[in-house]
Nanobody
């Protein structure tokens, strides 16, 4: 059974950066779509970014419009981790961030839907404030 563990959350001032990491145990997720979602208090869980395997050693990244140009998702196959580099953070980025993976090969139109991912981490809090 695949288990996911997030780390790297914390507090940062506006304009700052954080790097989140998602580690997998109980298996490898190198060929799985792996995404980051976030949930702010009183709001629904929303899509942030997904790394999708497209064959061989190649992956494609997808981002929510709200984070495009600021966040970068990347993989380290050797370490079995997926990271989310977050730059130029603002108060609107404050949320609990979750790592998620799907054992199914998701098509592009479905990667932003939380219900399509069956493996989830416990979440890590990111707080952006001055």
């Amino acid at each position: 059974q695949l288990e996911l563990f997030e780390s790297g959350g914390g507090w940062v001032q506006p304009g700052g950066s954080l790097r989140l990491s998602c580690a997998a145990s109980g298996g490898t997720f190198s060929n799985y779509p792996v995404g980051w979602f976030r949930q702010a208090p009183g709001k629904e869980r929303e899509f942030v970014a997904t790394s999708r395997w497209i064959g061989g050693q190649a992956y494609t990244a997808y981002y929510a419009d709200s984070v495009k140009g600021r966040f970068t998702i990347s993989r380290d196959k050797a370490k079995n981790t997926v990271s989310l580099q977050m730059n130029n953070l603002g108060p609107e980025d404050t949320a609990v961030y979750y790592c998620a993976a799907s054992s199914r090969g998701l098509i592009v139109s479905t990667i932003s839907k939380p219900g399509n991912y069956e493996y989830w981490g416990q979440g890590t809090q990111v707080t952006v404030s001055s």
